[in-house]
């Protein structure tokens, strides 16, 4: 494949979000765009800006975070690849790189994105998994949990679930599925939509559980997303669980996938 003189580049990029104050660039906060950027200008010689699919915040971690870039900087895939990598901290590192075409854009050419939420069920907390997945104490019902995620299924007004920072320009997203698979102590919640609004998986995520903890019906669901009130759902759950799973573009792209869950969680086979 040949290389033009100033392409459009693409990367896949993972990270433990424990050692992060989320994606986006801050003056004073250690962000993985901040140092994937900073490794970029060591491997080019000139400052590079780079484009996410979405934002995440602080805890928050990604198997399949993919960004994109200009630069007139000339390097076959694996380069970068590798170059990027011996630059980078352990905690971030980029699972593949490719040219694209200059009308590929990370976040506006993506078609959906998945979560996964990882919760450890378990009367005690462990000292392995903290900040890699949400920890609750009790039994759940999850055939309640997921009753209730049906009725977010679809397109709604996700007002209720926003939180008051988020900037996006409307509250109506299509949740196009969510699923529930438990595998010995853990839950993995699986959830893909075109588009998702700030803190809205972790507002969901409070609500399932009070469901699946017994306090409220699963019909309830749909009256907190009626209400459009944030007030009248559950407290935002912990971020420690949350993993950005993959961002789907069109074929036309190819743009590969991400890595699975159970390169985190040997034997989780949990799939988005």
Known sequence: MGYPMNPRFALGVQYDGRDWQGWQSQRHGRTVQDVLEAA??????APVRITAAGRTD????????????????????HAWVRGLNSLLPDSVAIDWALPVASDFHARFSARARVYQYVLYLSPVRSAHLVGRTGWVHHDLDLARMQAAARHAEGEHDFSALRSAQCQARSPIK??????????????VVSLRADAFLHHMVRNLMGCLLVVGRGQRPPEWLSEVLASRDRSKAAPTFMAD?????GVEYPETFA???????????????ARP
């Open 174 to 187: 299509v949740l196009h599925g969510v699923r529930l698979e438990q595998q010995g102590p853990f839950v």
């Open 40 to 45: 970029l200008l060591s491997f080019t010689g």
């Open 255 to 269: 743009i590969p996938g991400a890595a699975a869950l159970d390169t985190v969680f040997p034997g989780l086979g």
């Open 58 to 77: 602080t805890g928050v971690h990604a198997l399949g975070q993919v960004v994109h870039f200009e630069t007139p900087a000339s390097r076959p895939a």
């Open 241 to 245: 669980g949350l993993y950005l799973a």
